[in-house]
């Protein structure tokens, strides 16, 4: 039974709305003297007796009826203090008392004929009370502005307009909890919230969604739909004196102004928020938000104003993607998403209530990191009928320079060779690739020990290198899964999601545990929300019935775009983490030259770099070559030894002489030099294509980019026709411009104009590196790819060698000057190289 308040003319009854408008019901105390001081304030007449009124057991009073210092706080709840007595109450009209009645009230007193106003501080402790807010917050609301805003209801309802302080203290409320604010503003005329936040310092950039908005009228249809991403980076704690604006600055800022007061927090993050095409490649970064710590309710909020403010210029968001992290998990439960496996829910309205739907997805980046850890950890998987074990993995990684050739003779069907054969492992090879499991049953084959019954790793492997190719498709017109989402390839899409769905809700570990269920979920359940959301964009936006977009670039569903423009912004602060001051003056940097037209390089202000470089390099701590370093980390073989005698240089013993008539020994130092310069690089470089592209190829045997064939020379792998042909150009051009040893050429200006003079030298010649021809469509086509990338870091390299070494020892050439020839022709190596030309293996692409 519902009990109302007791109080003459309340109509407070003590429910769940009650309670949610912050009423609170006391009980009359069991002290008689408190007791009778309560009946004194009700001042309540029995109408039957015309006595005094006395309470029943289940007699009670709300909290309209206290004062505000009456209550005293514990942590989030609140209480009434000893003694306390009720004091509010309204003057109805009521009968006359008797006298000896009259004169029991008067000594107790009259109650109050007006009431007490309420203020906003009191409001908000209420909502702490029913835990709509935290003390955190409410603290922080206090210190900034308890001295700016009117404190009493009724001054905020005679304002005309809004000021700098009301909007600052509603968007911070707002970002908060939604709810809290709502509530607050049936009470007080707060702004609505589209209009909260707007280009100060922090917030979103106003001059990028005009931008958006002349594209979108002047009717460009690549800038109707886009995919938008949310990313967290460090910042240095820091309070620094702004002494333009004469504020300090390093404190939390939500976009409606700067926080400074002295009790509020110091920002640690910046969140960074940006609209990427989905079937257009343009990026737009559009704004920051300094935090104290990022939450995955606050990510929400910021995610729908975002949404908001896109949709009010004409452009739609179909998908959003986060980090697969806590925080990222966090942020897809605060906007209704669901990762049960078996009913998986992928989208959520906005507005909520809505019937447009946005999808989520996790970063496919992320979620092989996770799928990774708990392979490592759990050491197997089993599922029905096979295993995947890491041990597999770690062999591959840990596979040393071997000699196979009698191996290939007697296990792979192929005729051993009279060369001396070495297996060498590809360290820049992505875990979760097709090489991978293209080497795993390469070496079963050749019958090695700890490759046997490798058949579910394999399977395992090549299952995760398909989905990893779909969710980075960056082609329009391809027809494959690295294509964009199109009819075309939706079937084969589809099939592949089915097989992986089946896949892991089977997985079990060790203890016959499922993997799905266990606290090494989340990677698995990222790439099942993953492709949910895609066949739901697929059926929505890119089938044949629908047709707004006739295709989706996966790669926009990734954090790759954003993580670009995060690593060009950490390049312009400088090393470690920056401050608000540092990130500021970067930030507004890069967005004064960005340029939205699709395709640019610039399109994010991220300089040369391109998403697939980022991509590679965020997938780094994946390869082959970190598992080796995990595994063995003090692996690493140095040439320190040999390094003169690599380096096409005599030690001081040695006669001058015999370099000037023995060409033998000068071919053989420059192929010695070449070899090292090749497994340098091989160890540097992020893309396992062009590390394969520095060793020689053949086609009689396996290409395979993760296993490579090689021929040794004094220790040093024999490089590539084409590296050799690059060191040689640099040789010629090197004898023919003097004297290394001389300190006035020995600048970097010097080296630049030799840079340029075997660049020219080069030009005209056969195309190098023949198997990269390809590979040059899988990136933006421009000057700055990693054909030209690997021929500038070639030459560098090679140049060093020769100077810096030569000049140390004080050395002069062993060769005259001599008029420049060009190579005709094919590239082939001089002897002893051209002898194992035909027998070497290179893995082409």
Request: charged share 20%; hydrophobic share 35%.
């Amino acid at each position: 039974m519902t009990r109302s308040c007791s109080a003459l003319g309340c109509t407070a009854r003590d429910n769940g709305r009650s309670r949610e408008r912050g009423i609170s019901f006391h009980q009359f105390p069991v002290d008689a003297a408190q007791r009778r001081e309560w009946i004194r304030a009700v001042n309540r007449v029995d109408p039957q007796s015309r006595q005094a009124w006395q309470p029943g057991p289940g007699a009670i009073l709300c909290s309209r009826h206290f004062a505000e210092a009456d209550f005293e706080r514990y942590g989030l709840r609140r209480k009434l203090r000893r003694g306390a007595v009720p004091s509010r109450f309204p003057h109805p009209a009521r009968p006359p008392l008797e006298g000896s009645q009259q004169q029991q009230l008067a000594a107790s007193g009259r109650c109050s004929r007006t009431r007490a106003p309420r203020t906003v501080l009191s409001i908000l402790w209420e909502l702490v009370e029913k835990q709509h807010l935290s003390e955190e917050t409410v603290s922080l609301l206090q210190a900034q502005f308890s001295a700016d805003l009117p404190c009493e209801l009724h001054s905020w309802r005679q304002m005309a307009e809004y000021s700098p302080e009301m909007r600052q203290f509603a968007c911070i409320l707002h970002l908060y909890h939604t709810k809290a604010y709502n509530y607050l503003r049936k009470i007080l005329p707060l702004p609505h919230p589209c209009s909260l936040t707007k280009q100060a310092a922090a917030g979103f950039s106003n001059n990028i969604f005009l931008c958006l908005q002349e594209k979108v009228e002047r009717g460009e249809q690549d800038y109707c739909y886009c995919a938008l991403m949310v990313q967290d980076m460090s910042l240095q704690k820091q309070q620094e004196w702004d002494p333009q604006t004469q504020h300090l600055t390093g404190f939390v800022d939500l976009g409606a102004g700067i926080l400074d007061a002295d009790e509020a927090p110091l920002a640690s993050e910046a969140i960074i928020l940006m609209a990427v095409g989905t079937s257009s490649p343009w990026a737009a970064p559009l704004g920051y938000f300094f935090v104290n710590s990022t939450t995955g309710y606050l990510l929400a909020q910021l995610l729908r104003q975002a949404i908001n403010k896109l949709n009010n210029i004409g452009i739609r968001v179909l998908a959003v993607t986060s980090g697969a992290t806590a925080c990222g998990a966090e942020t897809a439960r605060a906007l209704g998403i669901r990762m049960d496996p078996e009913r998986i829910q992928c989208t959520f309205q906005h507005p909520p209530g809505s019937a447009h739907s946005i999808t989520y997805f996790f970063d496919v980046c992320h979620a092989l990191q996770l799928i990774r850890n708990a392979l490592q950890c759990f050491q197997k998987i089993e599922w029905p009928g096979d295993t995947v074990r890491w041990q597999h993995v770690v062999e591959l990684a840990a596979l040393q320079e071997q000699r196979i050739s009698e191996l290939c003779g007697s296990k792979s069907g192929r005729s051993g060779s009279k060369g001396s054969y070495y297996l060498k492992v590809n360290l820049a090879t992505q875990l979760f690739s097709e090489g991978v499991a293209d080497a795993l049953e390469h070496l079963q084959k050749l019958g090695l020990a700890s490759f046997q019954n490798c058949s579910g790793t394999v399977k395992f492997v090549r299952l995760m290198s398909h989905l990893c190719d779909v969710f980075h498709g960056r082609d329009p017109y391809g027809m494959e899964l690295m294509g964009s989402l199109r009819a075309g390839s939706y079937t084969k899409i589809t099939h592949l999601f089915n097989e992986a769905k089946s896949f892991f809700i089977a997985f079990t570990d060790s203890m016959g545990r499922y993997i799905i269920k266990s606290k090494r979920k989340l990677g698995f359940l990222s790439f099942l929300l993953n492709a949910e959301s895609l066949k739901w964009l697929y059926t929505n936006y890119a089938s044949p019935e629908s047709t707004p977009s006739h295709h989706l670039l996966t790669y926009a569903f990734s954090l790759n775009p954003l993580e670009l423009f995060l690593r060009t912004l950490q390049q312009a602060c400088g090393n470690g983490n920056p401050t608000c001051t540092v990130f500021q003056a970067a930030y507004h940097k890069l967005l004064a030259g960005c340029n939205l037209a699709p395709g640019s390089p610039h399109s994010s202000g991220s300089g040369s770099m391109s998403c697939c470089d980022i991509a590679l390099s965020r997938r780094r701590d994946l390869t082959l070559g970190s598992i080796r370093a995990q595994y063995n980390p003090a692996h690493g073989r140095t040439l320190a030894t040999e390094y003169p005698y690599c380096a096409g240089l005599l030690l001081r013993g040695s006669a001058l002489s015999n370099a000037l008539t023995d060409l033998s020994l000068h071919v053989q130092s420059i192929t010695c030099t070449t070899g090292f310069i090749a497994e340098q690089l091989a160890s540097d470089l992020q893309c396992e294509v062009c590390v394969s592209s520095l060793f020689e190829s053949d086609e009689s045997r396996l290409r395979c980019r993760s296993v490579l064939y090689i021929k040794k020379l004094g220790g040093v792998s024999l490089p590539s026709a084409s590296v050799y042909h690059i060191t040689n150009i640099s040789e010629q051009v090197l004898n023919w411009y003097g004297k290394v040893g001389d300190s006035n050429k020995n600048t970097k200006v010097w080296h630049l104009s030799l840079e340029q003079k075997i660049f020219q030298e080069l030009l005209g010649e056969s195309p190098l590196f023949p198997t990269l021809t390809n590979h040059l469509f899988h990136g933006e086509v421009c000057v700055n790819n990693h054909y030209t990338i690997l021929v500038k870091e070639i030459t560098r390299c090679y140049l060093n060698i020769r100077t810096n070494h030569a000049k140390h020892l004080e050395l002069k050439y062993h060769c005259g000057r001599h008029r420049l020839k060009r190579v005709k022709g094919k590239h082939l190596l001089p002897s002893p190289l051209a002898s194992c030309h035909s027998g070497q293996t290179h893995m082409g692409s």
